[in-house]
């Protein structure tokens, strides 16, 4: 029998400060071998909750890897939700909108809040990634991701993702540009920490969660990523001089900055080059879009006066373009430069029940590249 005495817990995690940014509900969709893991929708609020959860270093040592880098850049708690899938499955596959086992069973878990998706994945040993730079399986994810995105856009709970850039040969030239995959919902993200090919998405997510949507992943004012060492494929990034290659072929990779230690990531590209060519552009216009829906929502179903030519009433339009305007300015007021909305009169809405109403979102301009002429002058 045991000696009489007390049991003391001792709790971890507790200093952490609470990430709050109500731009971002993160999920990661990520590799287990745990068979009640794998199809299964966790939510976790910090790395120790993680591992509470199953996801330890031995149990989940890949899983476990990605938590510790998202929760290490984050540098605090956040709600991340979490889905399992098993090494057979392929990125692409996850990312099939599938109800039983893929990206919809998370996204149905996520009441629509979920608006970024890191996918990454560690494959089985026997699996054959093609023969090319790129393992084959990222660009069929970045085709497939696209479908998702459509379909959460329609329904108003719009997402974006990143896709782990799975490098299957380094020493290939690469030929793929993800900025011509007309898909501005994903971003490929190229280059990790270890040498096996994987890549950095916890790591971007993170980045993307710690600030606001109009906040790019590479700005100087918040400082280096908490990573040491950055490898393509088998390559360390510093022994590649095809970097800037590379980023400028649509990737969302990384870079030194000069008279600055540590990595920074460059340009956060996606795969377009619309509009939404950068990830700040499709966040603000998702944050506009959920704004505007969940504004306007009341008056669904409801009556709208009309003129006497079939034309909508000017006053009950103003109205309209008012309360979308107002409430875009209220939540967005420092994330975008400026908002208008507006209702065409011209529209059939006795014979169609459907009014059309027009919001334009004017972003902020980034300094992604800045010339300064430097010379010596006589006088000043």
């Excluded at 098993?86 to 692409?92: F, H, K």
């Excluded at 380094?170 to 990790?192: D, I, M, R, W």
């Excluded at 994987?198 to 990573?227: F, Q």
């Excluded at 909508?312 to 939540?331: H, P």
Aim: hydrophobic share 40%.
């Amino acid at each position: 029998m045991a000696y009489p005495g007390i049991n003391v817990n001792v709790s971890n995690g507790n200093l952490l400060q609470s990430i709050a940014v109500l731009d971002a509900v993160p999920a990661l969709m990520v590799t287990v071998s745990t068979p009640a893991l794998v199809a299964a929708v966790v939510e976790v609020y910090s790395l120790p909750d993680a591992e509470s959860k199953g996801f330890t270093a031995v149990a989940e040592p890949f899983a476990h890897k990605q938590l510790s880098e998202y929760y290490n850049e984050l540098g605090g708690k956040q709600r991340l939700f979490l889905f399992g899938t098993p090494e057979s499955m392929t990125m692409a596959e996850a990312l099939t909108y599938s109800e039983a086992n893929g990206v919809s069973k998370l996204l149905r878990a996520g009441l629509g809040d979920i608006n970024l998706i890191g996918i990454v994945r560690k494959p089985a040993a026997n699996y054959d990634p093609g023969n090319g730079f790129l393992d084959a399986d990222v660009i069929a994810a970045v085709t497939a991701s696209k479908t998702v995105g459509e379909s959460m856009q329609r329904a108003n709970t719009p997402v974006r993702m990143f896709i782990e850039g799975r490098v299957a040969d380094a020493s290939k030239t690469n030929t793929y540009k993800p900025n011509e995959a007309t898909n501005g919902f994903t971003g490929v993200v190229l280059g990790g920490t270890t040498n096996d090919g994987s890549a950095a998405v916890a790591v971007a997510l993170a980045r993307a969660c710690k600030y606001g949507a109009h906040i790019k992943l590479g700005n100087g004012e918040n400082g280096a990523l908490s990573i040491n060492q950055i490898y393509v494929g088998t390559d360390k990034f510093e022994d590649r001089v095809d970097m800037e290659t590379l980023h400028d072929a649509g990737f969302i990779t990384f870079m030194h900055r000069p008279g600055s230690a540590g990595y920074y990531f460059g340009v956060d590209n996606m795969c377009s080059k619309a509009d939404d060519h950068i990830l700040v552009h499709g966040r603000v216009i998702d944050k506009a879009q959920r704004i505007a829906a969940a504004a306007y929502q009341p008056y669904v179903e409801t009556g709208i006066r009309m003129e006497a030519d079939g034309s909508i009433n000017a006053t009950e339009a103003k109205d309209i373009e008012a309360t979308l305007e107002s409430a875009i300015k209220a939540a967005m007021s420092d994330q975008i430069s400026q908002v208008k909305v507006n209702v065409p009169l011209d529209q059939d809405v006795i014979n169609t029940s459907t009014l059309t109403i027009e919001v334009k979102i004017m972003p902020l301009g980034y300094l992604s590249w800045i010339t300064v002429n430097l010379g010596l002058a006589a006088n000043l």
